[in-house]
T-cell receptor
Framework: KAGVTQTPRYLIKTRGQQVTLSCSPI?????VSWYQQTPGQGLQFLFE???????NKGNFPGRFSGRQFSNSRSEMNVSTLELGDSALYLC?????????????FGQGTRLTVV | ELKVEQNPLFLSMQEGKNYTIYCNYS?????LYWYRQDPGKSLESLFV?????AVKQEGRLMASLDTKARLSTLHITAAVHDLSATYFC????????????FGKGTHLIIQP
């Protein structure tokens, strides 16, 4: 069974540019969550999608957005990049099993903003 | 606001020793997760703890959950070098919709 796939794995962008990251969840999983990991702030929740609907969003500016497609694949977009957006972006997919959610993480996309 | 605190944040220990990592959280939850992260890698799920008194063991690692005390522990028995990694606990209060709230992680180094 294939795991969570994130593309690209590495990305270098310039301040002011925008970037789109992609996440393909485990087959059958309908919930996709995104997290930002930095040395200073640790792992922080960005947003969660279920059946193409954003159910919740973390405390991030509007420059961070996302969407989910009918096949459960998800993308996140960051506009007007800032140096502080440099981070490892992790995607997690979940399947409700008996009402319990276990999240499986992809390998991440390491974004460097210069 | 949910807060998840892990301690210690850094731990250096010798092979063969036992140690415990603690995870305290600030609000009611009966779903707690432990993850392992190797340098430059993603998060690997170790344990899912779903109810008060839950105890799970895998090899040299054992995790437990006390929902009344809002405390989970990850106990390492007879540590080996391969267990060197960063360990995170995470709490879920919204059934997944609110995401996981992570502790800052415990960076564990096990020396021969």
């Amino acid at each position: 069974k294939a795991g969570v796939t994130q593309t690209p794995r590495y990305l270098i962008k310039t301040r002011g540019q925008q970037v789109t990251l992609s996440c393909s969840p485990i087959s059958g999983h309908r919930s996709v969550s995104w997290y930002q990991q930095t040395p200073g702030q640790g792992l922080q929740f960005l947003f969660e999608y279920f059946s193409e609907t954003q159910r919740n969003k973390g405390n991030f500016p509007g420059r961070f957005s996302g969407r989910q497609f009918s096949n459960s694949r998800s993308e996140m977009n960051v506009s007007t990049l800032e140096l502080g957006d440099s981070a490892l972006y992790l995607c997690a997919s979940s399947f409700l099993t008996g009402g319990i959610t276990e999240a499986f993480f992809g390998q991440g996309t390491r974004l460097t903003v210069v | 606001e949910l807060k998840v605190e892990q301690n210690p944040l850094f731990l250096s220990m010798q092979e063969g020793k036992n140690y415990t990592i603690y995870c305290n959280y600030s609000t009611t939850s009966d779903r707690l997760y432990w993850y392992r992260q190797d340098p430059g890698k993603s998060l690997e799920s170790l344990f899912v703890l779903l109810s008060n008194g839950a105890v799970k063991q895998e090899g040299r690692l054992m995790a437990s959950l006390d929902t009344k005390a809002r405390l989970s522990t990850l106990h390492i028995t007879a540590a080996v070098h391969d267990l060197s990694a960063t360990y995170f606990c995470a709490v879920d209060v919204g059934g997944g919709a609110d995401g996981l709230t992570f502790g800052k992680g415990t960076h564990l180094i096990i020396q021969p």
